[in-house]
């Protein structure tokens, strides 16, 4: 069985900081992408960054990047520069390649940048 | 272009009622997936429809729970008899296709409230 995990429920961080949010996951899968999605107050899911297993550069973009760890299971999410518009649920996910698409979700972080 | 829209934004009913909520997916997207996301369980993926090829319904969580698809467009998920349980924000998503490398976008949800 696939899962992912989130240790961490809630974050804070000051405007202009950077903070990290936490991911682990187990598969079986040596082909899986992995995802960061963001969801503000108004419900609406935005993929925030994603990463093909296979890859081992990390990801970036913009203010965001990620660290992969693949042989620790490890897929955390950077946020530098943090805006108060980065407020909002984080949840990383996990998407096999033999899964039809479908993600797996982690409990989620919420993050709250203050001013 | 229009994203991923879903109907009613919230509904509350009475326990033991049918209902029925609606997802009209991004034009040409071929994947649509539907989601439930609760206090208790997070976020649980629920069914995914690939073209014309049988749904995975596989996240179903009992007999009450159904989906269809139809012209390819559309998808109409419903819950008879429902239950208290069943009280949750459901997330509808799309995809151009299960194995590309694109993300799933997210309509707005649907809150259901079973009273």
């Known amino acids: 069985a696939q899962t992912v995990t989130q240790s961490q429920p809630e974050m804070s961080v000051q405007e202009a900081e950077t903070v990290t949010l936490s991911c682990t996951y187990d598969t079986s899968e040596n082909n899986y992408y992995l995802f960061w999605y963001k969801q503000p107050p108004s419900r609406q899911m935005i993929l925030v960054i994603r990463?093909?297993?296979?890859?081992?550069q990390n990801a970036t973009e913009n203010r965001f990047s990620v660290n992969f760890q693949k042989a620790a299971k490890s897929f955390s999410l950077k946020i530098s520069d943090s805006q108060l518009g980065d407020t909002a649920m984080y949840f990383c996910a996990l998407r096999g390649g033999d899964q039809g698409g479908k993600l797996i979700f982690g409990q989620g972080t919420e993050l709250s940048v203050k001013p | 272009g229009a994203g991923v829209s879903q109907s009613p934004s919230n509904k509350v009913t009475e326990k033991g009622k049918d209902v029925e909520l609606r997802c009209d997916p991004i034009?040409?997207?071929?994947?649509l997936y539907w989601y439930r996301q609760s206090l208790g369980q997070g976020l649980e993926f629920l069914i995914y429809?690939?073209?014309?090829?049988?749904?995975?319904k596989s996240g179903l969580p009992s007999d009450r729970f159904s989906a269809e698809r139809t012209g390819g467009s559309v998808s109409t998920l419903t819950i008879q008899r429902t239950q208290q349980e069943d009280s949750a924000v459901y997330l509808c998503?799309?995809?151009?296709?299960?194995?590309?490398?694109?993300?799933?976008?997210f309509g707005p949800g649907t809150r259901l409230t079973v009273t």
């Open positions: 429809f690939q073209g014309n090829s049988a749904p995975d």
């Open positions: 990463q093909e297993a296979y890859k081992q």
């Open positions: 034009s040409g997207h071929t994947a």
């Open positions: 998503a799309s995809s151009l296709g299960p194995l590309s490398q694109g993300e799933q976008y």
